[in-house]
């Protein structure tokens, strides 16, 4: 992600799938796509191979909160910790300062 | 990693590798024992595929500045740049809030 004017917040969520992957790929890319029209969306960074790491920006903790309330959204998690996770971990915090080569 | 009390930080390090990899993974398990070691590391979580990204964590934004200006950790970043990397970006965050499933 190109650097935004700070203060900004980074959400870091770390998971651990579940054997059952049925329907993960096409609610993941819906929930990406539905990520970026959000009010206060900045950016997202996504790996997984053993574990997962999503790292998305907002603009301010009000705009992680409405897209964590979000009722697609909602469903989405719902479904993640009937199915599709064995464990994830979401940690809300502030940029305070950054650098890149 | 399991949940340390809070206020601590995080470090978001996104990467892209360079098509020149040697003697890159011995430099990265060694910067891993030698991170662990460093006073304030609290864990860390890492993953690579298309891009890499490593998110390390501690109690205080002083370890983390330590921890950066490590004479060998110096020699990692140096080479990193001159060999590794295409591009790496670093964020220091505060962890506001978590919570896990």
Chains 1, 2 share one sequence.
Request: proline share 2%.
């Amino acid at each position: 992600m190109t650097t935004p004017r700070q203060p900004y917040y980074a959400v870091i969520f770390t998971s651990k799938q579940s054997k059952n992957t049925t329907g993960y790929a096409n609610m993941a890319k819906k929930m990406e796509i539905l990520a970026k029209q959000q009010d206060g969306f900045l950016g997202m960074e996504s790996v997984r191979s053993n574990i997962g790491i999503t790292v998305s920006y907002w603009a301010s903790l009000n705009a992680i909160k409405q897209w964590k309330q979000h009722s697609e959204h909602v469903l989405a998690q719902q479904r993640g910790r009937a199915v599709w996770y064995d464990w994830y971990r979401v940690k809300i915090c502030k940029v305070e300062r950054e650098y890149e080569f």
